[in-house]
């Protein structure tokens, strides 16, 4: 069929042609070879001088072809092309010529296009050729990685030219090249502006906005006041325009305008009713809309914008109601004037809304608390402090509790029985997050120190608390600092404590400067939607083929990482083998990419990796610092021979010598031999979970969340106790509960509801059970992951608040939950995607954790891809260094979206008897998270021990069998 096809070239009818060059294309991505066959016919059609359509056609046709043979028979027709005397063949030939660089650099360079091409900048008068002379230099330039445009003021004046007699998107890419001209004075600024200004009211909104982009950058170097303001005047009404097209469109003019009015404040000052939403607007334009009109509000328009977003709180979509409750929040603390009546309006929301609005209150708690901040004298305004204050029983998201909770501690003095309300909060502060936990911290010290009389029981309460049953570092160590301040000097506290603050900004967005310029020369182009650079969006384009051919890649070399290789010492084996396992941070390697495309190329001596501890598992900060850490920082434990008695004594199980802190991340390996004594527990380290069979997922036993002996929050009944875990089963998550009542009682209307969390995970159904005095009952609730969403990152251990209301009481406890449960069955990246993602990630969100030893069994390529698949960490690639590790390479990816791609080395550079994994991803503080789960699968860990000891572990690591 191709023999038939190609004679038909013979002809000369060019709609007849147009399909054979079609035909030929689409044929040449199969077949190359016999694509051969019909060069002279492009050759011949290429020289045909009856018809400029013919000879344009086959230059395009070739240029097309992206088969490498092809392109060293190009050469020839393509540079007579350039010089053709007409335009439309010119225009088709210019095109090509990046497309055979990709191809084939040398075909390129013998005949010297570049340099015509940049000739052909000087001296054409068509100004659509001029254009795509253009694009084409500017996609050459992005090629070779320099800039190939000179723009001096002939130039400039030849391309402002050219934007006025060619098509629509050849007056894109010569505004977008314009931008970069930097004018020698306010003078030649000016005339640049009157020259692109008319392109403002181009129909096509790509131009405008182009058009917009050379202006704003202009006004930069504009000195006269007078003519800067006429400019404003002149670029609002285009701007507001565009807003009249297709939501799609709307949209993209609208994140455009939110980084433009940082840098040009009052451009639309007097349109901001312009930016109001209408109710059919899709939800993303009403969030863009939002975020401009809190920024366009000023002391003359604050009234109409309040009044417009009180509105927009009314709705029944909760989120945007959140949204408008937090932009008139920015509203007050931008504007001053608007303080009062921004207060008015929320209060009004607050005492409307009421038990079937809990979200408001949230919401206005929140917001209220930063006012408070910035406008301390406010908070007697409508009686607004008390009125929160006596409602923190309808208030329970972390972010508002913690918001209510500062206002108790700030206005101690000025509420009515605060140290009563501290004291309530006290009490349940095991129960909170952590976001709310430091707050209390905090408050309760304010409160200790305003009102010291009542509350002393309470303070040393509240760091015993902290120092026996928190396993938050961050937590545990501030209470540890207050503790030592109070003790050692209370009116020094005082003065640290309540001292004056600066008081807090408007949160509004407000973009570096180097990212902001960036975002300018890049108005109407990808980034200028994600308000990123470019370099973070899109990876570095590949170098273009010389003389070897690499559209083939190898299959185990898929990822040529150039890593430090490094054979594992023999002689400093033991040195190595006693330190404890170890997280990473990697550091930039210089002179090396690390995903390198050049897959065919071996660094010939790599650099030594160069790595910075992180947090470690199993290591303390003493064991880290010969010098003992913190102890150095603080001195002597408080109550000893130094340093002053204060009110607050210090615990007497807290350790006064060696860690301080004692926060660990993790235990070291633990064996048989280091505890002999019997418990429950001692199965978990015996021969028969060592010799369970492999083919498994990681089993975890359920965990005791809520004791019988725990009161609850409302009457402080107890009786009720709960065993929980987290499972993975047929590719959905479980919450598995075992309830056991011991009240004396019988409980009915059991509620469970998992709080909002970073993961979206909530049960799939609501349902209320019931349970007999002394009985016992198990529930197996399939868990959704379109929950709703908590923004604050987890801590190690991974927990998940979970809410029980029943007839007995309310309860609130924290269900471990091993990360592999949130590994989703859709992690499986190909080739492409792991090597894409890999490079925009940056090295710094790259993490490492080192294993001594690992059992024999799991240090194959089959047997650790084996394991990895069932617990949803999927096998990318494998190859094999000149240290003769085996480096393998593996993607998965949370429920909520967040991949991870993962690289373990077999053996670790370290340990010859172990390995080391790294990780990589777009969320920092996830990284650890996910090591846990990746390095517990190929030690065999058995079981989470969540809660073990007051040495904070947060699990056991089953190392190796011990004989």
């Keep these: 069929l191709f023999q038939s096809v190609i004679k038909c070239l013979e002809m000369q009818n060019i709609e007849i042609k147009k399909l054979v060059y079609l035909y030929i294309i689409n044929y040449s991505r199969t077949r190359p070879d016999d694509a051969i066959m019909v060069i002279n016919l492009f050759r011949r059609d290429a020289a045909n001088l009856a018809s400029p359509l013919i000879r344009a056609l086959a230059v395009r046709t070739m240029g097309c072809l992206r088969v490498k043979k092809l392109n060293e028979y190009l050469g020839e027709p393509l540079r007579k092309a350039l010089d053709d005397e007409d335009p439309y063949v010119r225009k088709t030939a210019i095109l090509c010529v990046p497309k055979v660089f990709e191809l084939n650099v040398e075909a390129v360079e013998h005949n010297k296009m570049i340099e015509k091409l940049q000739l052909m900048l000087q001296k054409e008068n068509n100004a659509i050729v001029l254009s795509n002379v253009v694009i084409a230099l500017r996609e050459l330039s992005e090629l070779k990685g320099q800039e190939l445009i000179t723009l001096d003021r002939d130039t400039l004046n030849r391309l402002l030219l050219a934007v006025n007699e060619t098509i629509e998107w050849g007056q894109i890419y010569i505004l977008d090249h314009l931008v970069n001209y930097v004018p020698k004075d306010s003078k030649e600024s000016e005339n640049i502006i009157e020259r692109v200004i008319p392109r403002l009211s181009h129909i096509n ?3 405008v906005l182009s058009a917009v982009k050379v202006i704003v950058k202009m006004l930069e170097f504009v000195t006269n006041n007078d003519y800067y303001k006429t400019v404003i005047k002149k670029l609002s009404p285009p701007i507001v325009s565009m807003l009249n097209g297709p939501a799609e469109q709307t949209y993209v003019v609208l994140r455009n305008i939110n980084f433009i009015l940082q840098k040009v404040p009052h451009l639309l000052d007097k349109d901001v009713k312009v930016f109001f939403c209408n109710f059919e607007d899709p939800y993303y334009v009403k969030l863009e809309k939002l975020e401009i009109v809190t920024r366009l509000s000023d002391a003359k328009n604050y009234e109409v914008v309040l009044n417009e977003l009180f509105e927009y709180s009314t709705s029944f979509d909760i989120d945007f109601v959140r949204r408008a409750i937090r932009g008139i929040g920015k509203v007050a603390l931008r504007v001053d004037r608007s303080v009062e009546h921004a207060i008015n309006i929320l209060m009004n929301l607050f005492k409307e809304a009421g038990k079937n609005s809990p979200h408001i209150i949230q919401e206005v708690t929140t917001v209220m608390g930063h006012i408070y901040r910035k406008f301390p004298a406010k908070w007697n305004y409508l009686n607004s402090l008390n009125e929160i204050v006596a409602n923190i029983s309808e208030i329970i998201e972390p972010e508002a509790k913690a918001s209510v909770v500062w206002m108790i501690g700030e206005y101690a003095d000025k509420i009515e029985q605060s140290d009563d309300y501290m004291m309530a909060i006290v009490d349940g502060f095991l129960q909170e997050e952590g976001i709310v936990q430091l707050q209390i911290l905090t408050a309760a010290v304010k409160v200790f120190l305003k009102i010291p009389n009542s509350t002393n029981d309470m303070i040393t309460k509240l760091f015993q608390t902290a120092a026996d049953s928190i396993e938050n570092p961050d937590i545990r160590d501030r209470a540890y600092i207050y503790w030592r301040m109070l003790s050692s000097d209370p009116e020094k506290t005082k003065q640290v404590v309540l001292g004056e603050r600066p008081p807090i900004i408007d949160d509004q967005a407000n973009y570096p400067p180097t990212l902001l310029e960036k975002l300018i020369l890049n108005i109407g182009n990808i980034s200028s939607i994600h308000h990123k650079a470019p370099e973070q969006i899109f990876s570095k384009h590949f170098e273009p083929v010389r003389k070897a051919d690499q559209d083939d890649l190898p299959d185990e070399e898929i990822l040529n990482v150039n890593r430090t290789e490094q054979t594992p010492s023999n002689s400093n ?153 987290f499972k993975r089963e047929n590719g959905k998550i479980f919450l598995l509960l075992k309830l056991s009542n011991k009240s004396g009682q ?179 503080t996830l990284i650890s998270l996910f090591l846990q789960s990746a390095s517990f699968i190929p030690v065999s860990y058995t079981h989470l021990r969540a809660h073990e000891t007051g040495r904070n572990l947060v699990c056991r690591l089953l190392l190796e069998k011990k004989k």
């Design 205 to 207: 909104t790509a131009v």
């Design 573 to 725: 084996k033991n040195q190595e083998a006693s330190r404890p396992n170890q997280i990473q941070q990697k550091q930039p390697e210089q002179d090396v990419d690390l995903l390198d495309l050049d897959f065919d190329s071996v660094p010939q001596q790599a650099q030594p990796r160069i790595t910075q501890s992180a947090q470690p598992f199993g290591q303390n900060p003493s064991q880290a610092n010969n010098n003992g850490g913190l102890l150095d920082i603080f001195g002597d434990f408080p109550g000893t021979s130094s340093g002053n008695q204060g009110l607050v004594q210090p615990h007497p199980g807290v350790n006064t010598g060696g860690d301080l802190f004692d926060i660990g991340f993790g235990p070291s390996p633990v064996t048989k031999k280091q505890n002999n004594t019997t418990s429950a527990h001692d199965d978990l380290f015996g021969d028969d979970l060592l010799s369970q069979p492999t083919n498994q997922v990681i089993s975890v036993p359920f965990e005791n969340v809520l004791n019988v002996n725990t009161p609850g929050f409302n009457t402080g009944a107890s009786g009720l106790g709960v065993d929980a875990l």
């Design 746 to 924: 019988f409980v009915d209307n059991i509620e469970i509801i998992i709080r909002p969390n970073y993961f979206c995970l909530a049960l799939e159904q609501g349902g209320k059970y019931t349970i007999q005095n002394g009985a016992s009952q198990e529930l197996k609730l399939p868990v959704s992951t379109q929950g709703p969403f908590n923004q604050q990152t987890p801590s190690t251990p991974l927990m998940f608040s979970v809410t029980l209301k029943s007839s007995l009481d309310l309860y609130v406890f924290n269900v471990p939950c091993m990360f592999h449960v949130l590994l989703s069955e859709e992690g499986q990246l190909s080739k492409d995607e792991f090597r894409r993602i890999w490079k925009e990630i940056p090295d710094s969100n790259e993490l490492m954790f080192d294993m001594p030893s690992i059992k024999p069994e799991f240090r194959s390529v089959e047997q650790i891809q084996q394991l990895y698949a069932r617990n949803n960490i999927y096998y990318i690639a494998s190859r094999k260094n000149s240290a003769n590790q085996n480096i393998i390479y593996f993607s998965s990816k949370a429920s909520n979206g967040t991949v991870f791609l993962i690289e373990v080395s077999v053996p670790s550079m370290k340990y010859p008897e172990g390995c080391s994994i790294s990780c990589k991803c777009l969320t920092q």
